[in-house]
């Protein structure tokens, strides 16, 4: 399994690592992009099984990414971690395709309680 994480933060790029480390979810791989575009290129060249991104990132932010997968992919588990927990945030996440909203600070029980379900 491939996960790309997409972050505008070195720091939480990082964090995500270590709490996907202390999960259950068999062997993967990640693969990292710093904002949307770069996502999107790392989507078309690394095939990932899986995208945890953040919303707010200069470029294209998760939401502008997350759509314009949906426009070709729609298999596709995508996840947003974020610090904004706003029903509208979740409301808006999910008419767009997101499987799941995880809301910083998180822990890796709550990722795990959310990635879970995109595994099978």
Request: with cysteine; charged share 25%; net charge negative.
């Amino acid at each position: 399994m491939k996960i790309l994480i997409v972050d505008d933060s070195k720091a939480m790029r990082l964090l995500v690592c270590r709490a996907l480390k202390q999960l259950s979810i068999g062997d993967y791989e990640t693969v990292e992009a710093s904002d949307g575009v770069e996502g999107l290129e790392k989507i078309a060249s690394e095939e990932p099984n899986l995208v945890l991104s953040d919303w707010n990132m200069p470029n294209m932010n998760g939401i502008e990414m997350l759509r314009e997968v949906r426009k070709t992919n729609s298999d596709l588990k995508f996840g947003f971690i974020t610090s904004d927990s706003s029903p509208a945030t979740q409301q808006t996440a999910s008419e767009a395709g997101a499987n799941f909203v995880v809301t910083k600070p998180f822990t890796p029980e709550s990722l795990q309680r959310c990635i879970e379900p995109c595994l099978t």
